[in-house]
């Protein structure tokens, strides 16, 4: 066994032992959910919207489980709330995928983390369930400290992630989505609104408990739409990629590396996750312009003159005019038109458009090309800081960390080896 697998192996066992310890605590101080047919409702809603959970940025899954926890929780009151959901999220940490492949260390890690903030989101929010019977006046206050406790609840399970993540992947970074204030606050909004229908059911009785499923339906088909919007927009940036690598084969993977040398940057930089991908995108078609560029100047076998260099920026400036009327890629063209900015000498270009033009420029100076040859990792940073004025000796600095901390080399692996592609590029380009 492995050191990774090892620590995986704790650490699963370890979190599995505090959350069933967190039940079996929470069965002792609390009493059982009444009556249970209500309870299996609800937990039946909680595990069904955690199962179908979208993606809603890069890497980050969100459902409406939240809203049924805080529905429940006020529908059983103080004397059952905690352990009522706490049940509810040590099922749903049992996915049918786990077990249809026999994994353990995965539920068991899920155990923990969900039982856990989920005990300690409903915990905060007890305080602010009515010691009697719910009334209309207590509406404001139950939505207030559901909005409270379930941002609680959110930011304690982001945290249980990072840890989780840190101890058995130490070489990876969480992702900014981590520090995303939009999310919590979202999540705060849904808690609100569970706190609100608990206290609709229980001054209606069990006639709402249709319409209160219907709105769990709903909030998780927009959730679903949401993700289905974003996934066509990522597929129609990826079919520009596709056009301009099909017309230019130097363009395959620069366009990928860029993108990645761009988010590297940006999460040095502490960007919010809008922000990030919409700097990703922008990488992703900072070239597509040049579907429109001759192709005598497209495959040029040499370096451009000034004349064909302003030739070729007319004709990507053309199609980026189209692409700005469309409202999804509008923000993404206006970063990499501000990058081309940049190289044409402007001087008040927007961070976005610095962070493209130093990732653009580092991997253009670390590959080969038709006319001439990769240099050294080294001396591509040096060429960066010598032009800390254009870019910005933050996004230059961020840029450099952040590819040494990738542990990747780019370029030529010594100055002698790339003198001699080199010389053989120039060799190539005069028999031509």
Do not use: C
């Not at 066992?13 to 079996?24: K, Q, R, S």
């Amino acid at each position: 066994m492995s050191t990774q697998q090892r620590n995986g192996t704790i650490l699963a066992a370890t979190l599995a032992v505090l959350g069933v310890a967190t039940i079996v605590l929470l069965a002792i101080f609390q009493a059982a959910p009444e009556p249970p047919w209500l309870w299996v409702s609800f937990a039946a809603a909680f595990v069904a919207l955690e199962f179908s959970s979208v993606e809603v940025s890069d890497r980050l899954f969100v459902s409406g489980s939240i809203m049924v926890g805080y529905t429940a929780a006020v529908a059983f009151g103080r004397s059952s709330a905690v352990l009522a959901v706490a049940l509810m999220a040590a099922i749903a940490a049992f996915h049918p995928d786990d077990i249809r492949q026999r994994r353990w260390r995965r539920p068991a890690v899920n155990l923990g983390q969900l039982v856990l903030s989920a005990a300690v989101g409903m915990a905060v929010f007890v305080p602010f369930l009515p010691r009697d019977v719910v009334t209309p006046a207590d509406l404001p206050l139950l939505a207030a400290g559901a909005a409270i406790s379930a941002m609680v609840y959110d930011w304690v399970n982001f945290h249980l992630v990072r840890f989780i993540v840190r101890r058995l992947y130490p070489e990876r970074t969480v992702r900014p989505w981590s520090k995303m204030l939009v999310n919590h606050v979202a999540l705060g909004v849904l808690g609100a609104f569970g706190g609100v229908f608990g206290a609709a059911y229980v001054l209606v009785g069990p006639v709402i408990l249709p319409l209160i499923f219907v709105t769990f339906l709903v909030g998780q088909m927009g959730f679903r739409s949401y993700s289905q919007l974003r996934g066509a927009h990522l597929d129609t940036i990826r079919g520009f990629v596709k056009a301009l690598e099909a017309l230019d084969p130097y363009t395959r993977g620069h366009t990928e590396r860029v993108a990645q040398f761009s988010r590297q940057t940006a999460e040095r930089l502490e960007f919010t996750p809008e922000r990030l991908q919409r700097l990703e995108w922008a990488a992703l078609i900072h070239d597509v312009g040049k579907v429109a560029v001759p192709a005598e100047l497209l495959h040029k076998p040499g370096s451009l003159t000034d004349d064909e260099y302003r030739r070729m920026v007319r004709h990507m400036l053309v199609v980026e005019d189209v692409l700005a009327g469309v409202d999804f890629l509008a923000p993404m063209v206006e970063i990499a038109a501000a990058h081309h900015s940049l190289l044409e000498g402007a001087s008040r270009v927007s961070v976005e458009g610095r962070i493209l033009a130093a990732a653009d420029a580092f991997d253009a100076m670390t590959s080969t090309r038709s006319y001439r040859a990769a240099v050294t990792q080294d001396t591509a940073f040096d060429q960066l800081r010598r032009r800390r004025d254009v870019y910005g000796a933050d996004v230059v600095e961020a840029l450099i960390a952040a590819i040494e901390a990738s542990g990747e080399q780019y370029g030529s692996p010594d100055d002698e080896s790339s003198a001699v592609v080199e010389r053989l590029v120039r060799e190539r380009a005069i028999r031509a």
